[in-house]
Nanobody, 120 residues
Framework: QVQLVESGGGLVQAGGSLTLTCTAS????????MGWYRQAPEKERELVAE???????IYADSVKGRFTVSRDMGWNLLYLQMNSLNPEDTAEYYC??????????????WGQGTQVTVSS
């Protein structure tokens, strides 16, 4: 299994920037994708950005042009560079990994989340 730990959240003024980092530890047979999700109070969790093993990146329409997702070659680190933040970006941000464990079982793994608060 893999453990995911997010860091880098905090309080920032509108227009500012933050970079989130997800550190993955443990053993996986293979990783299909890693990404960032967020959940605001009383809202459903939504995909923010994802990078796949095939090299594709997916962004929510609301963050296109402002956020950039990237990873290291070993799927140990996942980043989310967030620019031009606005109050609507305020949420708990979660790191997600989808992949096969050593038993070749496909699973979804989540971090504990990191809070991002954007003040107006």
């Amino acid at each position: 299994q893999v453990q995911l730990v997010e860091s880098g959240g905090g309080l920032v003024q509108a227009g500012g920037s933050l970079t989130l980092t997800c550190t993955a530890s443990g053993n996986m047979f293979s990783t299909n994708a890693m990404g960032w999700y967020r959940q605001a109070p009383e809202k459903e969790r939504e995909l923010v950005a994802e990078v796949t093993a095939g090299g594709s990146t997916i962004y929510a329409d609301s963050v296109k042009g402002r956020f950039t997702v990237s990873r290291d070659m070993g799927w140990n680190l996942l980043y989310l560079q967030m620019n031009s933040l606005n109050p609507e970006d305020t949420a708990e941000y979660y790191c997600h990994l989808r992949g096969y464990d050593k038993d070749r079982t496909l699973g979804d793994y989540w971090g504990q989340g990191t809070q991002v608060t954007v003040s107006s």
